[in-house]
Nanobody, 123 residues
Framework: QAQLVESGGGSVQPGGSLRLSCVASLHPFNGYAVAWFRQAPGKGREFVGAINWNGGVTYYGNSVKGRFTISRDNANNTAYLQMNSLKPEDSAVYYC????????????????WGQGTQVTVSS
């Protein structure tokens, strides 16, 4: 069964950094685009960014552009979300999602999801 497992969440002070990992049991992993979403309490699921099958193309939501970086290691079936200059408003549960073919920024376009990992940015 296709599965995504996120890790790397935690608590950090404003201005700090975290790196999230998303390990996939998808074969072949390079047949899938990967996206990251986040959801804060009482809010809808927000598109953070996405990466295409080979890592050659990435796209980011406006709220994280210039601070977050998505990458992937197809040899190890893993995608990453490097988060720098974190702000309190970045606090949310972060999810990775995968779909065959090209990435999309709409959550409903993804059928494969991880369980989520909590990120809390607070002083």
């Amino acid at each position: 069964q296709a599965q995504l497992v996120e890790s790397g969440g935690g608590s950090v002070q404003p201005g700090g950094s975290l790196r999230l990992s998303c390990v996939a049991s998808l074969h072949p992993f390079n047949g899938y685009a990967v996206a990251w979403f986040r959801q804060a309490p009482g809010k809808g699921r927000e598109f953070v960014g996405a990466i295409n099958w080979n890592g050659g193309v990435t796209y980011y939501g406006n709220s994280v552009k210039g601070r977050f970086t998505i990458s992937r290691d197809n040899a190890n079936n893993t995608a990453y979300l490097q988060m720098n200059s974190l702000k309190p408003e970045d606090s949310a549960v972060y999810y990775c999602a995968a779909r065959e073919g090209v990435w999309e920024q709409w959550p409903d376009s993804y059928k494969i999801w991880g369980q989520g990992t909590q990120v809390t940015v607070s002083s």
